[in-house]
């Protein structure tokens, strides 16, 4: 398995509180991403970095910013979470996107998120 | 506008029949797709892929087709199994998009009966 550790795995937190997720890597991947599961939608992608303090925004990007200062940790932050951003937070990990070689995405096992 | 389709949300299957699992797809400039498979309460976990280049990929009991003039690609189960019962995500890969990842559809739930 793709060692990719996301904390915290459960988190209940109140609507207008900032809050941090983190998703941290040993395998020395270039890329990181930041994806939301909900129901009827699939995976959607947050944001994304393709190197130190490289990142770029993703599909449903708003209300989120992250940030990467470090290879190996990649974190999610809610400014100031609503309700709406109650979902199931999983980061991925690419070694290279292109080339002959496709390398695939690994996920972590998902934090669990309820914004009351 | 979504880019990959499942249109089934679940499908039910005997164990030991065969589950065919189906993925449509309107990116022309996709050159890779894959299939990730979920259970409750676990990341996706990669399945199986295939090229733009291919129709078919075949692993143990698992293979691809891909039909690139219909857009649509299936993943068949042969023969089912209980622990197939998951949630399971086609995604496929724009060759001109950047390291923005995969575009996932919204998954189809297959649920193996006994």
């Known amino acids: 398995d793709a060692g990719i550790t996301q904390s915290p795995r459960h988190k209940v937190t109140e609507t207008g509180t900032p809050v941090t997720l983190r998703c941290h890597q040993t395998e020395n991947h270039r890329y990181m991403y930041w994806y939301r599961q909900d129901p009827g939608h699939g995976l959607r992608l947050i944001h994304y970095s393709y190197g130190v303090k490289d990142t770029d925004k993703g599909e449903v990007s708003d209300g989120y910013s992250v940030s990467r200062s470090k290879t190996e940790d990649f974190l999610l932050t809610l400014e100031s979470a609503t309700s709406s951003q109650t979902s199931v937070y999983f980061c991925?990990?690419?070694?290279?996107?292109?080339?002959?070689?496709?390398?695939?995405?690994?996920f972590g096992s998902g934090t669990q998120l309820s914004v009351l | 506008d979504q880019q990959v389709k499942q249109n089934s949300p679940s499908l039910s299957v005997q164990e030991g029949r065969i589950s065919i699992l189906n993925c449509d797809y309107t990116n022309s400039m996709f050159d890779y797709f894959l299939w990730y498979k979920k259970y409750p309460a676990e990341g996706p976990t990669f399945l199986i892929s295939i090229s733009s280049i291919k129709d078919k990929n075949e692993d143990g009991r698992f293979t691809v087709f891909l039909n690139k003039s219909a857009k649509h690609l299936s993943l068949h189960i042969v023969p089912s199994q209980p622990g197939d019962s998951a949630v399971y995500f086609c995604?496929?890969?724009?060759?001109?998009?950047?390291?923005?990842?995969?575009?996932f559809g919204k998954g189809t739930h297959l649920i193996i009966q006994p």
């Open positions: 991925a990990i690419s070694e290279s996107y292109t080339g002959g070689l496709f390398e695939k995405l690994f």
């Open positions: 995604a496929g890969r724009d060759s001109g998009g950047g390291a923005d990842g995969l575009t």
